[in-house]
């Protein structure tokens, strides 16, 4: 297989997710802003959530930036498998990963903006989530799509299930994985200039 043709095939099938991409962009901004305005109504409980974040990740904090990228690396790439592949479960694990990670990103967010700047917060994420976002919104958009493939498989008979995830875990090795790898590393090495 040469590479004009694998990438005339990955093309292809990026532009198939087009409407699962867009379901799964306006999704994470909907749980973004759904974050946001729950700090919003309850800073304490958002204060919280940020300290056991701290603390899950404290060791990880604390160790040498390559570590950190290695982790950084492995967390995400396993994140955006897990979306993924549990889409076969009736695409419902894609919306979960989306919903959390956009909350998430929402609290951080309104906690940012209470004692610094939120453009300051947009140019220290920029770097690394020009990269990151877009991919976790891929993956969720590959998740449906195979979702879809069982709902089509099991309730109307039709279409087949395996060729939709193997076009999909191709693409996630040949495609994500490297750009997983480069937003890792920009992360763990550019982001900390910023923050």
Do not use: C
């Amino acid at each position: 297989m040469n590479i004009d043709f694998d990438y005339k095939r990955y093309k292809e099938y990026f532009f198939s997710l087009k409407r699962f991409i867009i379901i799964s962009a306006a999704f994470f901004v909907f749980s973004i802003i759904y974050g946001y305005f729950s700090a919003y109504s309850s800073p304490e409980e958002a204060k919280n959530t940020l300290i056991e974040f701290e603390k899950i990740f404290a060791s990880v904090l604390e160790s040498s930036t390559f570590m950190q990228f290695i982790f950084i690396f492995l967390n995400n790439t396993f994140s955006l498998f897990l979306s993924i592949a549990l889409g076969l479960v009736f695409g419902i694990a894609p919306f979960i990963y989306l919903f959390s990670n956009g909350m998430l990103l929402g609290v951080f967010v309104f906690l940012w903006q209470q004692e610094f700047a939120l453009s300051e917060f947009l140019i220290g994420i920029l770097p690394h989530g020009i990269i990151e976002i877009p991919l976790l919104i891929v993956s969720a958009a590959i998740g449906l799509k195979i979702g879809k493939a069982v709902i089509d498989k099991v309730f109307k008979k039709k279409g087949e299930v395996k060729p939709e995830v193997k076009i999909g875990l191709d693409f996630f090795i040949k495609v994500m994985i490297p750009l997983a790898l480069i937003a890792a590393a920009v992360e763990a090495y550019i982001t900390p200039l910023f923050f």
